[in-house]
């Protein structure tokens, strides 16, 4: 998702940044327009010409990364609280009439890094939709009847998380490979700690972290960027600054990825093998790279994945991987599905595999001509994340996420044109990446047995 985030950003200036509808050409729109309030707000305007909604996200630097053991869950539990909670929201059903009236999706997420905030709704209700968000984030009246009822709602929807073995697997590949960090703690909380919360503690949060100078707001619409430029100001100029803005510590890589082995036991059908390592983080010069190599070896016509168990291929069932990047860590997740009596068939093969990335010929490049190429990997993963990009433009609301995220994450040195970079990687590049990621990485390894 954020691979698109820097295209949009780094791409050349004089690229027309338009949204098309496929096969059709968005004439007359204005070209993208990023500024930054005088209270420190940071805003992306994108025009939009299809569909006729409006899409909004805004971001908040403050995520799961940032609490404590024994904070774990305060940020989950603010997120529901000034979503569903917020007294001059719910007096006389006033939420609610809004979303029956306008049809808007809204909604919010927790994360390692940040909380998104988000509305789509017609464009004819843009400036009522941001004024609705700018209540929602920046305010604060939650009433102890209200912190209680969404304590409940919460920890239903964690009992529902601990039944979902693809989440339950990340949360604990996150506490494997970050350990004694912010990274290692789930983004959705502990029940204990969201049981014990109070008023006092969320709105120390809010205070603290909840102000336009750590916060970056995205729209995607049909519209004048000029014009919603001195909108928003009549908007969101009166929010006043705060003393706090996130600068999160490097993280101590020499005292991660421990390379440790944990089993779980779960109501499910089927066994669970997770394999966990650490990745670059989000500004790290190596992500394109790393990009690519995931895309290679998890997707497309022959992921690269499925050749490690190519001897024996009734091993596994199912095969997914991930590449997730953050402010300070990065986290390399391929789950599957096998036999319980074949996990160490399996996890044997896996970490081979991972060895033999670091000697791979990816390109048609690395043959002499005479010797033939079945498939060219390295220029099919890099089709692949162009295509990727453009059909980000066909949703505005992970465009968005994307770009809030990109706003908040991206430090000056990861100003770099993302298509370039990406054309210009190498076999070589690709075999250093893996030597330095896979091979000589230390798994993290997940166990969920029936």
Not at 2 to 12: Q, V
Not at 137 to 151: M, Q, R
Not at 364 to 384: C, H, M, N, V
Not at 416 to 445: C, E, F, N
Request: aromatic share 10%; glycine share 6%; net charge neutral.
């Amino acid at each position: 998702m954020l691979l698109m985030a820097g295209i949009f950003f780094y791409r050349p200036a004089t690229f027309p940044l338009q949204a098309q509808k496929p096969g059709d050409r968005a004439e007359g729109l204005a070209l993208p327009k990023e500024f930054c309030l005088e209270n420190g707000l940071k805003v992306y305007l994108l025009p939009y010409s299809w569909p006729q909604l409006a899409t909004v996200v805004l971001g908040i630097k403050v995520g799961a990364a940032d609490e404590t053991p024994d904070t774990n869950g305060h940020l989950h539990l603010l997120e529901h609280c000034l979503l569903f909670r917020q007294s001059h929201l719910m007096e006389k059903q006033r939420l609610y009439q809004t979303i029956k009236e306008f049809g808007l999706y809204y909604n919010a997420h927790t994360e390692q890094d940040l909380m998104l905030f988000e509305i789509c709704l017609p464009a004819e209700y843009l400036l009522s939709g941001l004024d609705l968000l700018k209540q929602v984030a920046f305010s604060f009246n939650i009433t102890e009847e209200g912190l209680e009822k969404e304590k409940k709602v919460i920890l239903k929807e964690l009992q529902d998380i601990q039944r979902d073995p693809l989440k339950v697997g990340l949360a604990k590949a996150y506490e494997l490979v970050f350990p004694n960090t912010g990274y290692a703690l789930p983004v959705y909380g502990q029940p204990e700690v969201i049981r014990q919360a109070n008023l006092s503690q969320l709105q120390t949060w809010h205070q603290k972290y909840f102000n336009p100078n750590n916060s970056a707001l995205v729209v995607i619409g049909n519209f004048s960027p000029e014009d919603l430029e001195e909108d928003l100001k009549q908007i969101f100029s009166d929010l006043k600054p705060g003393a706090t803005k996130v600068n999160r510590i490097a993280l101590n890589r020499q005292s991660l990825n421990s390379g440790q082995l944990v089993e779980l036991r779960m109501k499910v059908a089927d066994t669970y093998l997770v394999a966990a390592l650490a990745g670059p983080e989000y500004n790290h010069p190596d992500r394109i790279g790393l990009d690519l190599l995931s895309e290679m070896l998890g997707y497309g016509l022959y992921p690269l994945l499925y050749s490690a168990f190519a001897s024996q291929t009734d091993l596994v069932s199912s095969i997914n991987l991930h590449y997730l990047t953050h402010d300070q860590a990065g986290l390399i997740f391929i789950i599957l599905t096998t036999r319980v009596d074949k996990v160490q068939t399996v996890r044997r093969l896996l970490q081979n595999f991972f060895s033999q990335l670091a000697t791979f010929n990816y390109s048609k490049e690395d043959y002499f001509p005479q010797e033939g190429l079945l498939f060219d990997f390295l220029q099919g993963g890099k089709s692949r994340l162009r295509w990727t990009s453009e059909k980000m433009m066909e949703n505005p609301l992970l465009l968005a996420r994307a770009l809030a995220k990109h706003l908040l994450l991206a430090t000056d040195s990861q100003k770099t044109d993302y298509l370039q970079t990406l054309d210009s990687l190498s076999s070589s590049d690709m075999r250093k990446i893996a030597r330095k990621y896979l091979a000589r990485g230390q798994v993290a390894w997940v166990v969920i047995k029936p």
